[in-house]
């Protein structure tokens, strides 16, 4: 009453002061997705050279300057010949966006207006109506500009101005007499090399060029940009925490962040959709207090569904409804869904040092899977489906698990919630890629905001089972000569004083976000590490980036190789020949040389590194399609090598990640790159014989079956959660075909285990046998089917006495739909590959060896008709692949 007297004293009313409260109506929302246009700066010292481009332009957002140029004709496509190289200016100049909106009186009226980026790539000044509203320094982050002030009836100017991240940056690199150690240099000369701009600002480290990608520094409004219009109320957030669960109950706490900008009374409703569909409801009236209010809303579920990976169950998802009422009316509403599990990362000490497992929802998972690199040069231009499909791909693989690599970026909603419906876990860095990070105290804090928007972001995703701080910055700092050299450059308190700055950054700030936003979800310092207890790249603790192999040690080394957890390791090889085909037109395939030239990569040697492989196990390649056909063959054998050793060694190893599932671009060679393709699959998505290898190392039971110095291993690998009985059987045979020997025996397979099985010497199993003439037949029979099957060598690939195959098939409608595909070997085939010439088919096996005498079955999907099939169909093998031994 006292307060009601002294309003009135004051000549203020109330009444309408609470009206206004009382009567707020649902928010408005404009997607500024059209209408936008480009031009480069008129004043920079570019537009001399690039007057076209000085013209404003229609934009696209999202999306990309370069992009933009590009559908304009006014730059090459930078993928292909000189276009990389032509495109560097883009990179190198200022540029303007502007938008014009009409607004109406119902617009102004609303008691607050945002505007709001998603995405800003990346020193951007933000105008309106000739007003500076805001500036952004963070690619990483989400923009919200109060704009209600500087907008006017009628029609409004919004302005966003672009500066290049390497001239704004240069002049100040350019006078420190010791420069960060960075990544990559450019191969351009627009940054001299080892004065790298990009350690000092957040934006994507590949945008500097990589050695899987060309460098190509993207400018634009690469993410979302809209309007928001509402009274005193703003729905800003709905995450769930999970208090407690097991089989009985799941008790959680419903969080709705609102935003209120004067004292309200509300009702907050949560609806709670079961995977039966079943609904329950909690609401709670409460009055808000200007600023920000958690409202906590308290649940009980009896009887929870859980989300599980891939392969240990279903990956059941509640769908959680935040709804806000204010007088009856509806004023927010959000929505998403979320998982019921448990994620543990498990660091205990065992006889082989200390362990590295994800445990979810009580069960030990072996993680099986990849790297996943970003999906494009230009992330902003990445359809939904082609992230569908290459997520798909992996679970089609039996991969349960995808790192999401630091030197990208954070990829949009849609690919966490495809991966929660797949069950796929998702192991996430934060977005430093190599280089090390900048002390300054203003970029670490703008870090630490990053992380606060991408943690609450994607906290409610079950399929996000870790947060790393980071790729190889630790691992960097402690081993690479150039960064050795940085801190000899140092004097002793200098340099504690520097690493302190890393450490505090990686093992404390970082971990704080998550700690506070996500406390379920497991954080990791980096990768590699050992979670700074110690050295980095230890195989008795944390994980190991292993790339010995690649770095030209031999292949074989990987039987040799067992880390706690393998986050990287991989072999490059070229992409599927239909891939090849139309990147080079209109060069054919059949007349490019089998050495590739690159001025950039590998000190300009190109594909050298291929070959260097190809030539020390192989033999030489005949022809560039035989090279495309090698270089997939010897990746595919090595990941397999790599991997089942891996996974025999459970639970000493407990996880395998090999680089990379997918690829950013489509080529394979252009001014400065030749031969970098990572991916089991391409750019098109297309799998190459590494994937279809994939599917069979990372079945949920199969057979591992190394040799190392003259022994053959036999081990039983099996992700099942339960024992089960099986047989196994090793024989060999020759070429033809013949059997030389054969053994078997009885097992049961323990569950979530290896299980080894015999250990046979040279001797035992060949009894006299030419070993160039034989190979070992690994087995594992269940109800007597065989349910996995591995080919041991005693000689290296170019030492087999191989005979022409005569391999044949035969293309016939399947019951049930689709094709059958039988393929039959008169002798020994190693990697039979099945090609259809260009069209589209999808098949359920591919790059397998086949015994003399042998056939397999293969099921084929496509819409092209029986005849074209069986005159399109080829088959081929190693034999013939190489020119003869001298």
Known sequence: MLFHRLLLGLGLSLMPVLAAAQAPTAPAVRLLDHGWQVRLDPAHPKATDHRAATRWLSATVPGTVQTDLLAKGLIADPWRGEGERAAQWVGLS?????????????????????????????????????????????????????AKSLLKPGRNTVEVDFESPITRLQPMVMALKTPLPGAYDSAFGDEPKGRQTANYVRKAAYHYGWDFTPRLVAIGIWKPVRLEAYDSVRLADLHVDQIHLDDEAAVLDAVVEVVATAPQ??????????????????????????????????????????????GYGRPDLYTVTATIVADGREIGRTTHDIGLRTVELRRERDRWGRSMAFVVNGVPIFAKGANLEPADSFGSRVPAARTDAVLEAAMAANMNMLRIWGGGYYPDDALYRKADRLGLMLWQDFMFGNAIPTDDPAYHENTRLE?????????????????????????????????????????????????????RLFDKDLRAVVARYSPATPYFGGSPTTDYDGPSEQMTDGDVHYWDVWARSPLENYLTTTPRFMSEFGLQSMP?????????????????????????????????????????????????????????????????????????????????????????????????????????????NRWKASHYRARRFYAPVTIGAERVAGTT????????????????????????????????????????AATP??????ADLLQGADPARSVAIAELIENDAVVARKFVYFAKAKDLALVDPQLSGTVSPAAGGGYRLTVSARSLARGVWIDFAGLGATLSDNAFDLAGGDTATIHVTTTASLPMLRKALTLRSLFGATLPRK
């Open 576 to 684: 599927d020949m239909r891939t090849v085909r139309s990147f080079l037109a209109p060069v054919r395939p059949e007349d490019m040389p089998v050495q590739i030239s690159g001025s950039a990569y590998d000190s300009g040697k190109g594909n050298g590194r291929i070959l260097g492989y190809l030539r020390a196990d192989y033999g030489e390649p005949r022809s560039f399609v035989d090279y495309v056909y090698l270089s997939q063959l010897y990746q595919a054998e090595g990941l397999e090598m790599a991997v089942l050793h891996q996974r025999a060694a459970r639970p000493q190893t407990m996880g395998t990640l090999y680089w990379t599932l997918n690829d950013t671009w489509p080529g394979l060679i252009n001014s400065v790159w030749a031969g970098q393709a990572w991916g089991s699959i391409d750019f098109h």
């Open 94 to 146: 200022n540029w303007q966006y502007r938008q014009q909106l009409d607004l109406d009186a119902a617009w102004l009226a609303r008691g607050n207006i945002d505007l709001v980026f998603e995405g800003l790539d990346t020193f951007a000044t933000i105008s309106i109506n000739g007003v500076v509203a805001g500036r952004a320094d963070n690619m990483f982050r989400t923009w919200r500009i109060p």
């Open 265 to 310: 009374p509300v009702e907050v409703k949560v609806d709670i959709t079961a995977p039966d569909s079943a609904i329950q409801t909690i609401s709670r009236r409460v009055t808000l207090f200007a600023g920000t209010n958690p409202i906590t809303l308290p649940a009980r579920i009896e009887r929870p569904q859980r989300w599980w990976p891939v």
């Open 757 to 762: 099985l015999a250990a046979l010497a040279d």
């Open 713 to 752: 291993r036999l081990t039983l690998i099996s992700d099942r959660r339960a024992a089960w009985p099986a047989r196994w059987r090793l024989r060999v045979v020759d070429r033809d075909g013949r059997l030389r020997s054969d053994r078997s025996g009885q097992v049961s397979a323990a569950p979530l």
């Open 451 to 503: 992380a606060v928007d991408q943690v609450r972001r994607l906290r409610d995703h079950p399929s996000l089972v870790m947060w790393v701080g980071n790729n190889e910055v630790q691992t960097g700092w402690e081993n690479w000569g150039d960064r050795k050299a940085f801190k000899a450059s140092m004097t002793p308190d200098q340099q504690e004083a520097f690493g302190a700055s890393i450490r």
